[in-house]
């Protein structure tokens, strides 16, 4: 397996995350320019998770996950998911190298609306269910990626892609597949950051 450097990597990743995040955002759903004040930008942690398929197959895979949320004062919110994927031997040496196999990545955008509470330092946001989501996927691990979806704008195409194997979803199936419940998240305003939160879609939570 091919060894690369940490800086080289990192550079292709940031490129890589750009250029689906100019297409995820460049069509509809977006919010027009001036339509509402920006009123929050607000940062997460930084999430890693791990998965590994151990003992049936010998495939594990990492993904590390942020997240931001933009507030309006329209009292709506963009949350942004960003995730990418990473497999292989998984090995991070001293020397700056590495060994892994690159995915692809995940970049979801949910809106909705939100009430918010600014008490002593520390911001609740109690977001919505959202309304509506957008998505643009590269990850593959085997099946093509699923590429950009939006269900303001939904076509059979994306039904078809987001049904994988099997049959094609509506646009009503896949945003409550996707779309979390309503949640809280607090906010330190002093560092306009919050803990990174599990998003869990409402389907799949009320299983």
């Known amino acids: 397996m091919k060894r690369k450097t940490v800086k080289k990597s990192f550079v292709v990743i940031c490129a890589m995350v750009l250029l689906i995040g100019?297409?995820?955002?460049?069509?509809?759903?977006?919010?027009?320019?001036?339509?509402?004040?920006?009123?929050?930008y607000y940062a997460s942690t930084s999430n890693v998770a791990?998965?590994?398929?151990?003992?049936?197959?010998?495939?594990?895979?990492?993904?590390?996950?942020?997240?931001?949320?933009?507030?309006?004062?329209?009292?709506?919110?963009?949350?942004?998911?960003?995730?990418?994927?990473?497999?292989?031997?998984?090995?991070?040496?001293?020397?700056?190298?590495?060994?892994?196999?690159?995915?692809?990545?995940?970049?979801?955008?949910?809106?909705?609306?939100?009430?918010e509470v600014d008490e002593e330092g520390l911001i609740t946001l109690k977001l919505s269910k959202p309304t509506a989501v957008i998505m643009n996927s590269s990850y593959s691990a085997g099946a093509n990626p699923i590429g950009y979806v939006n269900t303001k704008e939904w076509t059979d195409e994306m039904g078809k892609a987001v049904g994988g194997e099997g049959p094609a979803l509506s646009v009503e199936e896949y945003l409550n597949s996707v779309a979390f419940p309503e949640t809280s998240i607090i906010v330190d305003a002093a560092k306009a950051s919050f803990d990174y939160v599990e998003l869990t879609g409402e389907a799949a939570a009320s299983k």
């Open 22 to 40: 100019l297409t995820a955002c460049g069509s509809g759903g977006e919010k027009a320019a001036g339509s509402s004040k920006m009123t929050g």
């Open 50 to 115: 791990f998965m590994s398929a151990y003992p049936e197959h010998t495939f594990k895979q990492a993904t590390f996950g942020v997240q931001n949320i933009e507030t309006f004062a329209d009292n709506t919110y963009i949350l942004t998911k960003t995730d990418t994927f990473f497999s292989g031997a998984l090995e991070f040496n001293d020397n700056g190298k590495y060994d892994v196999v690159p995915r692809g990545a995940n970049i979801t955008k949910y809106y909705g609306t939100l009430t």
